[in-house]
C-alpha cells in the first residue's frame, strides 16, 4: 500500500518537473535575442 503510494507520487513529481523543464526551455527560446 505505501508503495504504491510513493511511486504515484514520485511519477507525479518528475511529470511536473519535466513540465517545469519545458516551459523553461520554451521561455528561454521564445525570449532569446537569436
Not at 507525479?12 to 532569446?32: E, G, K
Request: include cysteine.
Amino acid at each position: 500500500m505505501t508503495t504504491t503510494v510513493i511511486v504515484r507520487v514520485k511519477s507525479l513529481f518528475i511529470q511536473c518537473n519535466i513540465q517545469q523543464r519545458l516551459r523553461f526551455l520554451t521561455f528561454v527560446l521564445y525570449f532569446s535575442p537569436c
